[in-house]
Each structure stands twice: as C-alpha cells, then as structure tokens.
C-alpha cells in the first residue's frame, strides 16, 4: 500500500524504531528483525514523500509507536492515523 509522509512524520517514525530496536526489545542488544530493517531501508528510499509498506509493516511501526506510551506530538498522532486508516480500508 502507498502510504505520504511528511519529513516529520517519518522522524517520528525513525524515533519509535530508535526506541525499539536500541532501546532493548531484546534486551540490552542493538537486535533489528529484517522486517524491521526493511521498513527502514524502505523510508530511507523513500521519494516524493511515498513509501510502499505492506499491512504487517504498517503493524510493526504502530506497535514502535507504542514506546511513546500514548503520549504523541501532532505529527505522531497523524501517521498513528494514516496507517490505522490504510489498515482498515485494506482490511474492508
């Protein structure tokens, strides 16, 4: 699915994966699953602020987005929306 982000948005988005992936979801290691690295790679890709993700990808940034702990800045809450919204109109 074809997903538009701000510059803003994917700094979010790269913050969430810090969190995550350095922050010791396995641990005290700096431990990255490839889907995660592929995300990744796929933002730093990325052009004219469009990314293809598929929905389990979509999934993973979303349970990155859970670091913040419910607590997110505007661009946050915008990207938490626009990959929620690209799920269900997948899942309709």
Same mark, same amino acid.
Request: charged share 35%.
């Given at each position: 699915?074809? $997903? =538009? %982000?701000? !510059? ?9 994966? !810090? @969190? /995550?992936?350095? #922050?010791?979801?396995? #641990? !005290? ?10 995300? $990744? +790679?796929? %933002?730093?890709?990325? +052009?004219?602020? @469009?990314?293809? %993700?598929?929905? /389990?990808? &979509?999934?993973?940034? %979303? *349970?990155?987005?859970?670091?913040? &702990? #419910?607590? =997110? ?7 938490? +929306?626009? $990959?929620?919204?690209? *799920? /269900? /109109?997948? &899942?309709?």
């Amino acid at each position: 699915m074809e $997903l =538009y %982000l701000t !510059d803003n948005e994917v700094k979010a988005i790269r913050a969430w994966a !810090d @969190k /995550n992936i350095h #922050g010791g979801h396995w #641990g !005290d290691s700096d431990v990255a699953i490839p889907e995660e690295e592929i995300i $990744l +790679k796929k %933002l730093d890709k990325m +052009k004219d602020s @469009k990314v293809e %993700l598929k929905e /389990n990808e &979509m999934k993973i940034i %979303l *349970i990155w987005s859970e670091s913040s &702990m #419910g607590i =997110y800045n505007i661009e946050e809450d915008r990207v938490i +929306k626009k $990959l929620k919204q690209h *799920i /269900n /109109n997948n &899942m309709q």
